[in-house]
């Protein structure tokens, strides 16, 4: 595996209604699919309530850790969004209301013929040294500060933000990965599955059981950064169950 | 609220799968239902890779921090289901067959007329000192030591093991929900809203916009645990918006 160019990741999704299963997450998922797909490496996610230092110790914890830190929700007008003033104690700086996005966000009122309220205008606030990450959405701005990309909750702002930000990151390998199904339970092929994975150990062997109609079913996965791993030897030498 | 009487959980998911996408997580979203329904409160959720390491420090991490900790994944019979080992690793126990895991899965294989290979066996290894977590569906046991409780990652099979285990948990205050939806946006409300949680200290009050049919529209939700802060007050003096 080229571990020089592997880019890595931490997710942080913030709120209590996550953790109370009154809203079920679809971020995490579609993140991990994003990054995947971009070659970066989705390497950490947690979830934490809204809860100042909370958020600051998992977000400190985590930009320590990974190239990118990407967090969803919180950002919103009402008083229980403590991201952005969280992300900025995390950073040791002050935080105001932004020129540039109270600019983006006055056109944008402008547009719909709203009012830039108070209430709006919080979130304009941004920590000291953020940029603006924008979307095709709502009125108000993510926003990424040293790499750290924070988000919006709602699923469809949030990939308006994930898609605008991306350009500017780097990224690394693309994982490759080979699914092969089986119709039967993992138990029967453990032994055969743990030869190939010591033979080829560059490539990571998954096996992910599940219950099809029933009857236990299970997935090979393999996956590794380099395609000529992938190659002849592959169909050679694939595992015959 | 009754802090003397807070239980807590933090939960573990363990799996590249979930890391890279592949497969969607359900299993966040039914505990935490599970766990509001029963009176604890799920306080953090990580999600880590087939990683010993990742999973010893995440483990010890957060058993050191909440009444309980579950896991889900990583305890199958295949070569990269390494969640049982990770764990005696994080409580510093041996691992090995356990005779009651042992019998309870001859029985289930004597039942269904299959072998107990050696792979199955494999499914047989708890750490030192672990209690059986039996499910109806499958028939390799999770398991329980100490406060962590070690479910499967089979949606079902989990649901199955948090219903057997649940009767041995001990419970806290139920958090309380109300739900007033909205059809405006959040900005709309945040100045209000800010002031009766000023007002109610007590009752954590949150505000959850989403896009209906493209509108935006908001709920906002009152939780607390004791039943009085409910009453005639809120109905007196609830949010007029």
Do not use: W
């Amino acid at each position: 595996m080229q571990q020089e160019d592997k880019v890595t990741a931490g997710l942080l999704v913030i709120g209590d209604e996550i953790l109370s299963g009154r809203t079920k997450d679809k971020n995490i998922g579609a993140i991990a699919d994003h990054l995947t797909t971009i070659g970066i490496r989705l390497s950490e996610v947690r979830v934490v309530p809204d809860i100042e230092d909370e958020i600051v110790a998992a977000v400190n914890a985590l930009r320590a850790r990974y190239t990118y830190v990407f967090t969803t929700g919180g950002i919103g007008p009402t008083h229980d969004d403590i991201t952005a003033d969280s992300i900025a104690k995390a950073f040791g700086v002050t935080i105001d209301v932004d020129p540039r996005a109270r600019a983006l966000m006055q056109a944008a009122c402008d547009a719909r013929g709203v009012e830039l309220t108070p209430a709006r205008l919080r979130m304009a606030r941004l920590p000291l040294g953020s940029q603006l990450v924008e979307n095709a959405i709502s009125i108000a701005p993510g926003f990424r500060i040293d790499n750290v990309i924070v988000m919006a909750g709602i699923p469809d702002i949030m990939r308006s933000m994930l898609e605008a930000v991306t350009p500017h990151l780097k990224t690394g390998a693309k994982m490759l990965s080979e699914t092969i199904p089986l119709e039967r339970p993992e138990s029967q092929i453990a032994d055969l599955f743990a030869a190939h994975q010591k033979r080829y150990p560059d490539v990571a062997m998954g096996s992910y059981p599940s219950l099809r109609d029933g009857k236990p079913a299970t997935d090979l996965v393999l996956r590794c950064t380099d395609r000529a791993e992938r190659g002849p030897r592959h169909a050679e030498s694939g595992p015959r169950v």
